[in-house]
């Protein structure tokens, strides 16, 4: 519930000790038979604006954000794990994929015969309903409104039945009418040659036998993979290993939590090489956005800071809003002292495509810029992308020698797998960027590198997989 704008903490045990409000479906009740009104501290317009925020959220249909369903995810499987007679437990479906959101979770589970494993899946202390409980499936309801499916197969149909949950559906049609030419039948249960079963066990037979090179599930979309695969040309998809630095980050100089050495600190702990400290500029206002004078203080420091430190280095950069008229909000004579730019719309949504993309465009043409943040602007969940024409807006990256960005906070994940795709097709490299906040956020990059691979971008495609000096000469406009 505290995920509702103007719900915190405070407020959440008030609904739950005054009302018994438990979940959302009790605050959509309270809220509909105007029960909150009457709570003390809260009031008919707080109780509007919590309609508001249930019927945005029901908008977006019931999918929820993968970073929210990791913790539920791991410890259902944990639980699961320590049952009596169970040997394998794994999260299938769209989770698996990595996709940004799921619409429920899909765990699969081989044990003994025997084994409890149905009943403790009902009894995990989250959960809220019951949907269905059988042998071999049952489905719960999460108090969270997440739904879980939980299979159970003997092991020796582990592999095809990862297979099959693993989906995508459009993908296992696919790959379903690939077998039925090599009359072959392919389900959960195996790979069959008339009633002989030829695979199963394992994923990486199920794609023997049916004559295709493993497929990574980030590429499972029925997107091309399957020809990939049948002629060995798939990607050599990008990895967090693979991830040299960071080049998009906050300090607690504007609306970051953490100091420049902090940031730095994490940085060098995850084994990066550098790290680009991009503050706000000034149009950002709400963020303590920096203007010139604020801006050269900070390059000072970051100075300093690199003589002292070893093993990392802090590049100097800035967060530059692109204005309306598509010029930055920071003087190019200070600009031109930075490593690098991200420059990023905070404001303006609602002009019309033409005029955004045109905006943006205009924006590129400065010789300063070079890396175009959280480029559609949507939220997940809260907020759809603004109109602009993200294929225009790569041509015109591409010609200029400017990129774009896939912000890897979980909220955004922007650009999206499609997009990202989209560039690498053009050629056109992208910086995967936490955005970080605080110094924990660093690790948000791998999100980034989930919606990464499901665009099937490779480490090659990736900026900031390039040690600094081949960095630096990408970044050099020319
Ligand atoms: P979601 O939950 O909407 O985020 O997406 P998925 O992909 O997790 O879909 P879900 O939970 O409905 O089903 C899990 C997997 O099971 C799916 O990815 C592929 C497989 N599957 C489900 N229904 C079918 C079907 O009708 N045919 C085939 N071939 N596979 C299916
Ligand atoms: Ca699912
Ligand atoms: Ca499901």
Redesign the pocket.
């Known amino acids: 519930m505290t995920a509702l704008p103007g719900l915190g903490a405070k407020r959440v045990r008030a609904l739950h000790d005054e009302l018994g409000v438990r979940d959302l479906t009790d605050l959509q009740r309270a809220a509909t038979r105007q029960r909150i009104r009457e709570l003390h501290g809260f009031g008919a317009k707080t109780e509007q604006r919590i309609l508001e925020a249930l019927r945005r959220r029901a908008q977006f249909e019931r ?1 929820h954000k993968i970073s929210d369903v990791e913790d539920i995810a791991d410890s259902y499987v944990a639980h699961l794990k320590a049952v009596q007679g169970v040997k394998e437990v794994i999260v ?6 990595r ?1 940004e ?6 765990i699969l589970v081989t044990c003994k015969k025997g084994s409890p494993v149905m009943d403790r899946f009902v009894e995990y202390d989250e959960v809220s309903d019951v949907v269905s409980q059988g042998s071999t499936r049952s489905t719960v309801l999460l108090r969270s409104g997440l ?1 879980v ?1 939980l299979r159970v197969v003997a092991q020796i149909s582990y592999g095809a039945a990862l297979y ?6 459009a ?3 696919a790959v ?1 009418t690939l077998a039925v030419k090599k009359k072959l039948k392919i ?2 249960y195996g790979v069959f040659k008339g009633k002989r079963r030829v695979a199963g066990k394992t994923e990486k037979d199920v794609f023997k036998a049916v004559g295709l090179r493993y497929i990574e599930p980030e590429l ?1 979309e029925n997107r091309g993979e399957i020809e990939a695969a049948k002629k060995n040309r798939l990607p050599h998809l990008v990895s967090v290993s693979d991830i040299r630095g960071d080049l998009h980050t906050h300090t607690n100089a504007t609306d970051g939590h953490h100091s420049l050495r902090q940031m730095a600190e994490a940085a060098k702990k995850l084994g990066y090489a550098y790290l680009a400290i991009t503050e706000h500029s000034k149009r950002v206002v709400i963020a303590h956005g920096m203007d010139e004078k604020r801006l050269r203080k900070q390059l000072d420091a970051i100075d300093r800071l690199n003589q002292r430190l070893d093993g990392i280095r802090v590049l100097k950069g800035i967060e530059v809003d692109i204005l309306e008229d598509g010029t930055l909000d920071m003087d190019n004579s200070v600009l031109k002292h930075l490593d690098l730019t991200v420059c990023a719309l905070h404001s303006g949504f609602r002009l019309s495509r033409a005029k955004q993309t045109e905006r943006v465009i205009r924006a590129m043409d400065n010789p300063y810029f070079n890396i175009l943040a959280h480029p559609t602007g949507r939220l997940i969940n809260q907020r759809s992308e603004y109109e602009i024409d993200i294929e225009r807006v790569m041509e015109a990256a591409l010609e200029r020698g400017c990129y774009l960005e896939l912000n890897a906070q979980p909220s955004r994940l922007d650009l999206d797998d499609v997009h990202c795709r989209m560039a690498k097709d053009m050629g056109l490299r992208l910086a995967i960027s936490a955005d970080a906040h605080a110094a924990s956020n660093l690790e948000y990059v791998r999100f980034g590198v989930d919606q990464g691979r499901r665009g099937w971008l490779e480490p090659d495609d990736v900026l900031n997989t390039r040690p600094w000096r081949e960095l630096a000469k990408l970044l050099a406009r020319p």
Do not use: C
């Open positions: 999918r299938a479906g769209s989770f698996r994929r996709k959101t799921v619409g429920d979770l899909d739904q499916d099959y949950f693993t989906g995508s559906k993908h296992n049609i379903r389900n959960e499972r």
